[in-house]
């Protein structure tokens, strides 16, 4: 079984939104710090959104706040982003993530959702935002 796997992503012209869903298998999802990362091209992957799936606490990057949201399915093991006011610099490669360890929920509040903690990647969806 493939422990993440991503629905969503697209094109769409600025101010447009999109959703993209991360399904988890149940071990990963019943208590995780799961979001996305992307990476554009010549670019470093950089942390978006997370949320602990034990408590709700969320985590955005500066750049997202207040235009994208992230939330959670229980009965579904799934999360979601939901991306608003979409801009050119958001057009990436978004990749769902997992990070397990228990720390997780302490490292959002502090800010942090690092790719050197992540357990499991999922398969990766193009988000492109042009006019």
């Known amino acids: 079984q493939v422990p993440l796997v991503e629905f969503g992503g697209g094109s769409v012209q600025p101010g447009g939104s999109l959703r993209l869903s991360c399904a988890a298998s149940?071990?990963?999802?019943?208590?995780?710090?799961m979001g996305w990362f992307r990476q554009a091209p010549g670019k470093e992957r950089e942390g978006v959104a997370a949320?602990?799936?034990?408590?709700?606490?969320?985590y955005y990057a500066d750049s997202v706040k207040g235009r994208f949201t992230i939330y959670q399915d229980n009965a579904k093991s799934t999360v979601y982003l939901q991306m608003n006011i979409l801009k050119p610099e958001d057009t990436a490669m978004y990749y769902c993530?997992?990070?397990?360890?228990?720390?997780?929920?302490?490292?959002?509040?502090?800010?942090?959702?690092?790719?050197?903690?992540?357990?499991?990647w999922g398969q990766g969806t193009q988000v492109t935002v042009s006019s």
């Open positions: 949320i602990y799936t034990g408590g709700g606490r969320t």
């Open positions: 149940g071990f990963i999802y019943s208590s995780a710090c």
């Open positions: 993530a997992a990070v397990l360890t228990p720390l997780c929920n302490t490292r959002l509040l502090a800010g942090r959702f690092s790719a050197y903690d992540v357990n499991y």
